[in-house]
């Protein structure tokens, strides 16, 4: 068994991660669910966001938003959640001689939320306003223009958040059925990260605090679907200052271990200060403040991008540059340096981001989630070191096709025509 974690499945199915690290004093307890806005229908499209709200609204021992949070803020503690597309978590971090008062508060509000209806109501405006927060700031909107134009109207497509006509008529019932149907045993990893001084101790303090969980399986989300035939465009009208555009292609998913590639070629295209785009577009041009481009893998669909702000004057010319490295980089093989380099890189910015309990909480715990397997870093490493120029080159040469284009944007552009003509459509 590899030092770095251990894991452990307890008879119901429900799975432990417990990640020892030297030289700190803090410890993180993170739960993961197997669910997320894929696993909704049309009918309940933000219900796993909506539910992330709630568990902090009360429970029969800590009964109110008050005495939750005054829970950790008396020791100092941080504590969150999250909801994503696939992947639901509740998570504390403490002083590690609070171990035990982060495991009692997670469990609490991850088993014992009372759901009342007037919490209910009352957090639909609170929703809301988040989701007017997110069309009022197009960097954050421009996401989900993103997935909806590659993924349509399937769940890969729909907002996490949800849609403010369908969040105003859900009811306590169908997050009862939702619940029964994603929040079980075989379907939540816990993740314990940081000083942990007894491994034996804590599963038993594990099974202790979680012996109320649901048993048996999750129920399924539908297949993404993918089919592109020709280039996509998304144009969405309002009135800024500045346009925001994402323009990529679609890429692997999480099992595929072409990711490694992707993640070299995006860092490689515009992952850091000296990427050949951050150098075109900004250092050259003076065209954005930001510019980067990135890979995300889901465990059936994925995709490369390029995201950008730009001169609402010089769009076109923004799109053309980073087409123009797109076909730069299929023609011509990577060089050594510059992929020597692009591995130092991945390697340092991994490192740095795992000195925190709570990223080596998430690290080790999504993976295992999503995936049932774990790579440590190392082993992450290896299979990046392992990735070759003409890897990259055969990656290219699948991805950057002209069928497989997508841009999707936010300015003050009354149509699309000036666009296709970039696209060639």
């Known amino acids: 068994m590899n030092k770095s974690y251990r894991k452990f499945t307890f008879k119901n199915g429900l799975r432990l991660v417990t990640v020892p690290m030297k030289n700190t004093k803090a410890i993180t307890v993170l739960v993961l669910v197997g669910t997320g806005s894929k696993y909704e229908?049309?009918?309940?499209?933000?219900?796993?966001?909506?539910?992330?709200?709630?568990?902090?609204?009360?429970?029969?021992?800590r009964p109110n938003t008050l005495a939750i949070a005054e829970t950790l803020d008396k020791v100092g503690g941080e504590y969150n959640a999250f909801t994503d597309k696939e992947d639901t978590g509740y998570w504390a971090k403490v002083d590690s001689k609070h171990i035990d008062l982060a495991l009692d508060w997670v469990s609490d509000v991850f088993l014992n939320s009372k759901l009342e209806p007037r919490e209910i109501e009352k957090e639909k405006g609170v929703i809301i306003e988040e989701i007017n927060m997110y069309l009022d700031t197009p960097m954050f909107y421009i996401e989900d223009l993103w997935e909806g134009l590659l993924y349509d109207d399937q769940p890969a497509g729909w907002g996490i958040a949800g849609n403010k006509n369908i969040i105003a008529k859900i009811k306590r019932g169908q997050f009862i059925n939702y619940m029964q149907n994603h929040y079980l045993a075989k379907n939540v990893v816990i993740v314990v990260a940081g000083s942990i001084k007894e491994n034996k101790k804590l599963k038993t303090k594990i099974e202790h605090y979680f012996k109320?969980?649901?048993?048996?399986?999750p129920k399924s989300k539908k297949k993404t679907i993918e089919i592109q035939k020709k280039p996509e465009i998304l144009v969405h009208y309002k009135k800024t200052d500045q346009t925001h555009l994402h323009l990529g292609v679609r890429g692997y998913d999480i099992f595929d271990s072409r990711k490694y590639a992707l993640?070299?070629?995006?860092?490689?295209?515009?992952?850091n200060m000296s990427s050949r785009l951050w150098i075109s577009i900004r250092e050259k041009e003076g065209l954005a403040y930001y510019i980067r481009t990135s890979s995300l893998g889901y465990t059936d669909s994925g995709y490369l991008v390029t995201k950008a702000g730009i001169d609402n004057?010089?769009?076109e010319k923004a799109v053309g540059i980073i087409l123009?490295?797109?076909?730069?980089?299929?023609?011509?093989?990577?060089?050594?340096?510059?992929?020597?380099?692009?591995?130092?890189?991945?390697?340092?910015?991994?490192i740095l981001s795992m000195e925190e309990s709570n990223a080596q909480a998430a690290f080790y715990g999504a993976q295992e989630l999503m995936e049932n397997k774990i790579l440590t870093l190392e082993e992450k490493f290896a299979k990046i070191e392992a990735v070759t120029a003409d890897d990259i080159q055969r990656v290219t040469k699948d991805i950057f096709r002209p069928e497989?284009?997508?841009?999707?944007?936010?300015?003050?552009?009354?149509?699309?025509?000036?666009?296709?003509?970039?696209?060639?459509?």
């Not at 109320?212 to 399986?217: L, S």
């Open 404 to 425: 497989k284009l997508n841009l999707a944007l936010i300015g003050p552009f009354e149509n699309k025509e000036k666009f296709k003509k970039l696209l060639k459509i």
């Open 41 to 61: 229908t049309k009918e309940i499209n933000g219900i796993s966001h909506f539910l992330e709200h709630m568990f902090f609204k009360g429970t029969k021992k």
């Open 313 to 315: 004057n010089r769009v």
């Open 324 to 350: 123009k490295e797109y076909r730069r980089i299929t023609e011509e093989r990577v060089g050594e340096n510059e992929l020597r380099k692009a591995k130092d890189y991945l390697r340092g910015k991994s």
């Open 212 to 217: 109320n969980i649901k048993t048996g399986g």
């Open 263 to 271: 993640t070299l070629l995006g860092t490689i295209l515009g992952g």
